[in-house]
């Protein structure tokens, strides 16, 4: 898993809202991230946050170092987020991504956010 490389976006994927606010830490995105993190996989934050110059992005990058996730490294541009494939090198974790796996949020009626239970089960299956 050393050789593989995770963009994570913000919103819908890290926490539950959407741009400008921001909510709750995404159910399971923590402990997902930490093991991730723990196999020696890259995590790079991939926000269109970024791509903003109001501030955004550092209450974004505030946000994480808050909730202690382990992720120290972000694009200054988002890249447009590729396809979910977890056989890839480059894994695109991103509610807007191709086939990522999401569910209804439990606290924000409506709201379809990343499903971090689905992603563990289909990159570890992956392995």
């Not at 050789?3 to 995404?26: A, M």
């Not at 996989?41 to 550092?58: F, H, M, P, Q």
């Not at 590729?82 to 949020?105: A, M, Q, R, V, Y």
Request: glycine share 4%; with cysteine; hydrophobic share 40%.
């Amino acid at each position: 898993m050393r050789d593989k490389i995770i963009y994570i976006d913000f919103d819908g994927t890290i926490q539950e809202n959407g741009y400008p606010e921001i909510g709750n830490l995404n159910e399971f995105c923590s402990e997902m991230l930490w093991e991730l993190h723990d196999l020696g996989v890259k995590l790079i934050l991939n926000t269109y946050r970024a791509d903003l110059e109001n501030g955004s992005l550092e209450a974004a990058i505030e946000f994480i170092k808050i909730h202690n996730l382990p992720i120290t490294c972000w694009n200054t541009n988002k890249i447009k987020p590729k396809p979910f494939n977890p056989l890839h090198k480059e894994i695109f974790i991103d509610d807007e991504s191709e086939s990522c796996p999401l569910k209804l949020s439990d606290r924000i009626y409506n709201k379809k956010v990343v499903c971090w239970v689905t992603i563990r089960k289909a990159i570890m299956d992956s392995i």
